[in-house]
T-cell receptor, first 114, second 114 residues
Framework: NAGVTQTPKFQVLKTGQSMTLQCAQD?????MYWYRQDPGMGLRLIYY???????DKGEVPNGYNVSRLNKREFSLRLESAAPSQTSVYFC?????????????FGDGTRLSIL | EDQVTQSPEALRLQEGESSSLNCSYT??????LFWYRQDPGKGPEFLFT???AGEEKEKERLKATLTKKESFLHITAPKPEDSATYLC???????????????FGKGTLLTVNP
């Protein structure tokens, strides 16, 4: 019973490099989310996908793109990494974004941009 | 703008010493308030959802309560394994339509010493 799986767990990039963070859920959830968590700040929403085939910007989308590959998978892409994108990235899923069911999180990808 | 403030930022307790964590919020159209537990190096783990003022939820040594302006997480006779960061989040309408957004607080780091 894996829940939400994120890969990789750790990554170091150089400024300007590109990378895709992967996320998959096995709970048959419709909605998926990408957050970043920085020291001294709450989790902030980057992008979300309310359902398969749709994506929308969150609070801090600049510098990121997303793809909802299918119902299970939602990827986050950094096209040209910047040091300000050093953070811990969390993927989450919920049954429906417009319901008040809780979001369930993966264990994160720790990303350092040098 | 939705705001969530958690206090204290950090709390040290002796094993068996009961206490409470606070989550105060300012939001238009609260749909739900969520409590999560986050262990180091892990993603947030869902604990409770509270939907309306006066509601209470319990799980082992934890009890969450909700008023119109704040929520409390009461910890009774804590054990060292209760040590973690506790996150509070509020769900409310965002950008109109049927989309809802979670706004997270910065968390309370709880340490329970044996």
């Amino acid at each position: 019973n894996a829940g939400v799986t994120q890969t990789p767990k750790f990554q170091v990039l150089k400024t300007g490099q590109s990378m895709t963070l992967q996320c998959a859920q096995d709970m048959n959830h419709n909605s998926m989310y990408w957050y970043r968590q920085d020291p001294g700040m709450g989790l902030r929403l980057i992008y979300y996908s309310a359902s398969e085939g749709t994506t929308d910007k969150g609070e801090v989308p600049n510098g990121y793109n997303v793809s909802r590959l299918n119902k299970r998978e939602f990827s986050l892409r950094l096209e040209s990494a910047a040091p300000s994108q050093t953070s811990v990235y969390f993927c989450a899923s919920s049954e429906w974004g417009h319901s008040n069911q809780p979001q369930h999180f993966g264990d994160g990808t720790r990303l350092s941009i040098l | 703008e939705d705001q969530v403030t958690q206090s204290p930022e950090a709390l040290r307790l002796q094993e068996g010493e009961s206490s409470s964590l606070n989550c105060s919020y300012t939001v238009s159209g609260l749909r739900g308030l969520f409590w999560y537990r986050q262990d180091p190096g892990k993603g947030p783990e869902f604990l409770f959802t509270l939907y309306s003022a006066g509601e209470e939820k319990e799980k082992e040594r934890l009890k969450a309560t909700l008023t119109k302006k704040e929520s409390f997480l009461h910890i009774t006779a804590p054990k060292p394994e209760d040590s973690a960061t506790y996150l509070c989040a509020v769900q409310a309408p965002w950008s109109g339509g049927s989309n809802y957004k979670l706004t997270f607080g910065k968390g309370t780091l709880l340490t329970v010493n044996p």
